[in-house]
């Protein structure tokens, strides 16, 4: 029996890992064994647990509560917690074979760190994205923990040509000596686990959410807006014109538009709004500012809304999955298919060009081509994995 550690501690990282899990729990329940790590990056009720109730996730074995800090500390109070439970469980003669990580949080950085130190094998899922936009903590966490990881599991081709640009090889070849000679590093790509889930939970989510009929939203005529980067929330005027975009759409086109507000966000609205958006805010009943949003709640928002407007990658995925045409509120994406594709524009936090990217997409046909893999990504993992160990 394998045993792998998975490392969750942002929202995103529990819907990633509920893919593998239940891929585990039902194709590969003799062969692996899994257990969970929270950091606590995340650790609001809406941020954090109430993902684990609805997607079924197993409560994790560990947490080490790390919560919010300045990334030197977060980075460091997780290095330090996930390298005593990798060595509590070697002495406790129940050691991991090897450890999986999503994304590129400070989670996924530290965690990854921490690991190679005590040559434990990394799996990083949503390897090789890349902004070139060094300034974002994001793309230093996925570079570096590229650079650590044994298997870089890649959804997309342009995840696969940059780690090949990088000097990296496909599928089994040894592109580079591992740990004492006996590892090798490689990229498979594997399509997009988040995908995997989308399909799975997309009939439950019509099920069990009431969200729609709650807010009394019209099917393809409201917005889906969410804003949570520190380059939007900590930087006035982007936020601002972020806002006066929204607010400018609902009132000319009398439309809807849905906000789910991260609690970054929500606590930087008092600081870098004007006095006068913050009016307009409490005056617009058109835009609807909500809590952060469960699962079943934010698919069904994306399925239905007529144009997402986000700076998040996750939610700029999932509203391609259900056809669903994006404004990108940053000056650059990972999902460089989506825009190439012609169903995502981006509009940075320019006023101007948020409000041409949203005429260019309203009620216009867009395509959305296969980009993402086949449904089966986790599956894919899981045997590269065995492989590998
Ligand atoms: C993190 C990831 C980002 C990912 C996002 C998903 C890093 C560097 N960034 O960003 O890549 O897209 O998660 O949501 O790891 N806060 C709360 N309650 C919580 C969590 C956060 O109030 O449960 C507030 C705190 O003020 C905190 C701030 O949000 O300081 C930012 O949280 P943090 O975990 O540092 O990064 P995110 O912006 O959530």
């Known amino acids: 029996m394998i045993r792998l550690l998975t490392i969750i501690g942002a929202r995103p990282q529990i819907i990633k890992a509920a893919a593998i899990s239940r891929a585990i729990h039902t194709h590969f329940a003799g062969e692996i064994e899994e257990a969970i790590l929270h950091t606590g990056q995340h650790y609001d009720t809406n941020m954090s647990a109430v993902f684990f109730e609805e ?54 950085l530290a965690a990854s760190i921490a690991a190679v130190k005590i040559h434990i094998p990394v799996f990083h899922i949503e390897a090789g994205l890349r902004s070139f936009n060094m300034t974002m903590p994001e793309e230093v966490n996925r570079i570096v923990c590229d650079q650590l990881s044994s298997i870089l599991f890649t959804p997309t081709i342009t995840g696969l040509s940059n780690l090949q640009n990088e000097g990296f090889a496909e599928n089994g070849i040894k592109s580079r000596v591992r740990f004492s000679g006996q590892r090798e590093q490689y990229v498979v790509q594997s399509g997009d686990v988040m995908y995997d889930n989308s399909l799975y939970f997309s009939q439950m989510a019509d099920e069990k959410s009431d969200i729609i009929e709650r807010l009394g939203l019209t099917c393809r005529n409201f917005i889906l807006a969410t804003i949570h980067r520190p380059a939007n929330t900590d930087n006035s005027e982007n936020l601002q014109s972020i806002f006066r975009a929204l607010l400018d759409i ?74 669903t045409p994006c404004v990108i509120l940053r000056p650059e994406t990972e999902w460089v298919e989506i825009v190439d594709a012609g169903a995502g524009i981006i509009a940075d936090a320019d006023y101007q060009r948020i409000m041409d990217a949203y005429n260019a997409l309203s009620g216009k046909t867009v395509a959305f081509p296969p980009l993402f893999g086949d449904g089966h990504a986790s599956e894919k993992i899981l045997e590269e994995i065995l492989k590998y160990l």
């Open 250 to 323: 609902a009132d000319a086109e009398q439309i809807d538009v849905i906000l789910p507000l991260h609690p970054r966000t929500r606590k930087m609205l008092q600081t870098q709004l004007s006095a006068e958006l913050l009016m307009r805010i409490d005056k617009t009943p058109k835009l609807k500012i909500i809590e952060p949003a469960s699962f079943f709640e934010i698919i069904r928002l994306e399925k239905n809304a007529r144009v997402v407007m986000t700076d998040s990658g996750g939610v700029q995925k999932e509203a391609f999955f259900f056809q």
């Open 55 to 108: 997607l079924g996730i197993p409560q994790p074995e560990y947490n080490l509560h790390v919560g919010s800090g300045s990334h030197g500390q977060q980075t460091a109070r997780i290095i330090e917690g996930v390298e005593q439970v990798l060595q509590e469980a070697q002495t406790k003669d129940k050691p991991f074979d090897g450890m999986i990580v999503y994304g590129d949080t400070n989670s996924t």
